[in-house]
């Protein structure tokens, strides 16, 4: 569409007497313009369009069409498939957990020397001496956790591909469920690193807006070693280090795709010299509260 047309209107390029909604739609993709105009009368003055109505009846089919295929092929792409990737395989871990657990109650009234957890699904999935009702449940379970165990894989194989810097500097799978949380590639590329720093610590966040907690330290990331393995009155300042090279990367990933190894080397530097504040300091002996997303206060 020309400049011209678009201030003639994205209808003007259809055939008056046979308007297609494809073309309609290709109109409505492609075309903008810089100022508002009466489109509805230069639609009738066109041809295109019998009067308003059948105006706005055209632009609604066009506009709803141009949205579906647009967001069709926004969930075609690779970082889409790889959030639906991961949340998949966290749902199937989660399920697998908790059906080994009702497993393991329900074996436990018929077999004295019930387990607990998804090995002893395994176990029961090969003896003969179980009730069928409670074999099949184990069936599920033990399902369930293979196909955790094959998405784990496909993300742990894709994410490089993807998104190759940011899956460097924190690892396949954080790096998965930060693009889920962001929403893809795109999305976590134009997040400020403040707010990398917390996703996945959100009701702890609300809380701290709301004047009912204090300010979280990091969300997801606190599984990464600079954070876990740095001692709590200095994991805020990890986090915050590491935050910053994640933005940098997914940056880096989404608008040329360039690897820059230095951002590992950078953050190595930058951990050593937050974890060297507290010398003979055991981070392993932090609190438990400090051991989820959220922690809390600042360093």
Not at 12 to 17: F, I, K, Q, S, W
Not at 135 to 159: C, F, G, I, K, P
Not at 187 to 213: C, M, N, R, W, Y
Request: glycine share 8%; net charge negative; aromatic share 4%.
């Amino acid at each position: 569409m020309t400049d011209d047309d678009a201030a003639a209107g994205w209808f003007v390029a259809l055939d008056p007497d046979d308007p297609s909604l494809e073309s309609a739609t290709e109109a409505v993709r492609d075309g903008s313009a810089s100022t508002p105009r009466n489109w509805p009368t230069l639609a009738v003055e066109a041809g295109v369009a019998d009067d308003a109505e059948d105006y706005y009846d055209l632009l609604h089919e066009a506009t709803v069409d141009a949205t579906r295929e647009a967001v069709r092929e926004r969930e075609a792409a690779d970082d889409r498939q790889l959030v639906h990737a991961v949340r998949a395989m966290d749902d199937c871990e989660r399920t697998a957990n908790e059906l080994a657990e009702r497993l393991a109650e329900w074996a436990g009234s018929v077999d004295p020397d019930a387990g607990v957890g998804v090995e002893y699904a395994r176990d029961l999935t090969e003896r003969e001496d179980v009730p069928l009702r409670i074999a099949s449940l184990a069936e599920r379970v033990v399902a369930l956790d293979d196909e955790t165990a094959d998405l784990r894989e496909y993300v742990e194989r894709e994410t490089p591909t993807i998104a190759p810097n940011l899956a460097a500097l924190a690892g396949p799978v954080l790096a998965a469920r930060l693009l889920s949380l962001a929403g893809g590639l795109e999305p976590l590329a134009k997040k400020p690193s403040g707010t990398i720093q917390v996703l996945g610590a959100e009701d702890a966040l609300f809380a701290h807006l709301q004047g009912h907690a204090p300010s979280p330290k990091h969300g997801i990331i606190y599984v990464h070693d600079a954070v876990r393995g740095t001692h709590p009155d200095n994991r805020g300042s990890a986090a915050r280090a590491l935050a910053g090279k994640l933005a940098i990367a997914a940056r880096v990933d989404h608008y040329s795709g360039e690897m820059k190894p230095e951002l590992e080397a950078e953050l190595a530097e930058r951990i050593e010299t937050i974890q060297s504040r507290t010398d003979g300091s055991n981070a392993d002996a932090d609190d438990s509260s400090d051991d989820e997303p959220g922690g809390d206060g600042d360093d």
